[in-house]
């Protein structure tokens, strides 16, 4: 493992999540496979334009360096190629900015060929206006931190060949993302409702999946554990057909070369009916974490659709003292059989509210089609009527099901 020492400045501008994404910071540079050996924090106005920390501080941690024999230095702070070069001949060891770091955890974490690609592409998008001058860390052999995925050999290229990498990528991406489109489009004909979970990183989504559709998706208690998204088909108790699909964790600062790669994986979860927001409820840093995520919602244009908060990890908190911040909301832990039933509890009201309530009768020789609608619509109850020979089936149906007549809805009748 490499010897990682943590970089961090403290600013009128970050003062309030600092500390936490620090922490984090921390979480991040395990996650890649490297030893935190020490860290190095100033408390300024704003930072040095031209090597973030100030003179005195960058000798200090040249000196931090050299005592503990570090490999790397991570700095809590998007770098510029000169900023980069400037600090890493001060230090003498190879440095690397938070957005690499990410970027570095993507490639490990990377398993499908679409997955590879975009973030490939990712870090392509990052390294090309930062080529000229980033000094030993591109030429130096070995790997490492910040070096994982395209590799030394496509980074010393000249601009124009990256530029037709990129080129290439897309294109290929382009299909992908064509093919994922048309799997999209097959869904929405279907009549199939579809739920994504989202959230912060390491709260837990890859779990409830588990949970709720008995498969065996990758989840641990790492940071980025789910890259390549997953879609499961997910039958509810009463017959309602629905997918659920797990995406990649948000984080602050999550690099914008990153959600321009993973657009095509972003649009699972911007095509669903409702989201299922999951927040680590043990979280010192709930709040944060919420709003970054309710953010970065409203970056990608998600935030029209319904949200269903689910609090997650109810069994390492004291109940009585939680308070919810999100509504609606639900409390669970995904590693108890009773959190299934709660949560399975609140989506269905969820979607009785996305839904429209209706009365339908059937005929008898129609009761047939009871089968076909048990999978797209919910049934409360039916009922059948001996003296009129047919059905009384009432629910809730998405407002375009074929279900729904002119005259069969509740609201209607009234």
Known sequence: MEKVILVGVETQENFKTFEETMTELGNLAETAQGEVVGEMIQRRQSIDRRTILGKGKLLELSSLVNSVEADTVVFNHE???????????????????????????FAMRAKSKEGQLQVELAQLNYLLPRLVGQGSSLSRLGGGIGTRGPGETKLETDRRHIRHKVTQIKRELKQTEEHRERNRQKRKESAIFQIGLIGYTNAGKSTIMNLLTDTKTYAEDQLFATLDPLTKKWPLPNGLETTLTDTVGFIQDLPTELIEAFQSTLEESRSVDLLLHVVDATSENRDQQEETVVELMETLEMNHIPVLTVYNKADLIEMESFVPTLYPNCLISAFEEAGKDILTDAIIKQIQEIFVSFELVLEAKDAYKLTQMTREVLIDSYDYMEEDNEYVVRGYANQNSKWLTKNNTEEENY
């Open 79 to 105: 770098l510029t190629a000169r900023q980069a070069r400037l600090i890493e001949e001060e230090v003498d060891v190879k440095v690397v900015d938070r957005v690499q770091l990410i970027l570095d955890i």
